[in-house]
């Protein structure tokens, strides 16, 4: 049996920030009404974290929980976990109408870092990415240059990005772009 391996098996680049791609990652799309018992029992139960606010994320070292939309949530946990927390959530979802899906070899995910990381995502995305408007905690849905991408910050200096792994590469490209030596534009 073969066996799995991320979209661009761990590449990294240095410039302005360090960009990486983090490798495998497990991720579960929950789709159903949030406010329903059972949708968020099968979520938080799954991660022990606490659901989200509208636009956040909720993380720890092993497990997230990402708000996607008034009636999704992402869920992350270890790559080698999806099949049996999804078994959880569908054993606490019972008969609720929902969805619960593993979506782990369908996206990429990068981390970029450093302490112009807000330049290197400005670069790409149209979102206000000042420490007043983007702190860690919140989570967008956006475009970065023409493809769609998720992102949050993990603390001041990093970045979390989700992308759909068919793009994986050009992502990265964009990102190695927009974080090459002496590109700074100061403005954060």
């Not at 956040?56 to 939309?69: F, R």
């Not at 946990?77 to 899906?101: F, N, P, R």
Request: proline share 4%.
């Amino acid at each position: 049996m073969s066996e799995a391996v991320s979209a661009l098996n761990h590449a990294e680049f240095d410039g302005l920030a360090h960009v990486r791609e983090i490798g495998l990652q497990g991720m579960i799309t929950l789709r159903g009404d949030l406010k329903t018992k059972a949708i968020k029992n099968a979520a938080t139960k799954a991660t022990g974290l606490s659901m989200p606010a509208m636009n956040c994320v909720e993380t720890n070292e092993a497990n997230g929980l990402c708000w996607m939309s008034p009636d999704e949530l992402l869920v992350m946990c270890a790559y080698d976990e999806v099949g049996s927390t999804l078994a959880k959530m569908q054993k606490t979802l019972g008969k609720t109408h929902a969805l619960a899906v593993n979506v782990s070899d369908a996206r990429a995910v990068f981390q970029v870092s450093g302490p112009f990381a807000r330049e290197v995502m400005a670069k790409l995305c149209p979102v206000d990415f000042s420490p007043e408007a983007f702190q860690p905690g919140l989570f967008r849905r956006s475009r970065m240059a023409q493809v769609p991408a998720a992102f949050w910050m993990c603390d001041e200096q990093t970045f979390q990005i989700i992308c759909f792994r068919s793009v994986a590469d050009y992502v990265f490209e964009l990102l190695k772009a927009a974080a090459q030596h002496h590109s700074e534009v100061d403005y954060y």
